[in-house]
């Protein structure tokens, strides 16, 4: 059973920090992509950054500067540092991987549950 566990959400004020980090598990060969899109209410889901097995990177610009994703491909794990954080940075946070399960297998699209994310004073 594949599974992408996300922790580290939570409420905090604005101007706060919080650290998300989502881990992969199961039988996997090796995950290509690593990204988090976030969902607020009543709005649509969106990117808001995104991580290559190589490393390189890509942020939504309402977070750039403020935001700061990575990953330990040894732990299949991707990490979200969100600094100065604002009201507007509320939603739930989601987890996305692009992998595949064996050699030459099919690339797929997996999501983690998501994890709240709160700012409010």
């Known amino acids: 059973q594949l599974q992408l566990v996300e922790s580290g959400g939570g409420l905090v004020q604005p101007g706060g920090s919080l650290r998300l980090s989502c881990a992969a598990s199961?039988?996997?060969?090796?995950?290509?992509?690593m990204g988090w899109y976030r969902q607020a209410p009543g709005k649509q889901r969106e990117l808001v950054a995104s991580?290559?097995?190589?490393?390189?990177?890509m942020y939504a610009d309402s977070v750039k500067g403020r935001f700061a994703i990575s990953r330990d491909n040894a732990k299949n794990t991707v990490y979200l540092q969100m600094n100065s954080l604002k009201p507007e940075d509320t939603a739930v946070y989601y987890c996305?991987?692009?992998?595949?399960?064996?050699?030459?297998?099919?690339?797929?699209?997996?999501w983690g549950q998501g994890t709240q994310v709160a700012v409010s004073s």
């Open positions: 996305n991987a692009l992998l595949s399960r064996m050699v030459a297998g099919v690339i797929t699209e997996y």
């Open positions: 199961g039988s996997i060969f090796s995950i290509y992509g």
């Open positions: 991580i290559t097995k190589g490393g390189t990177t």
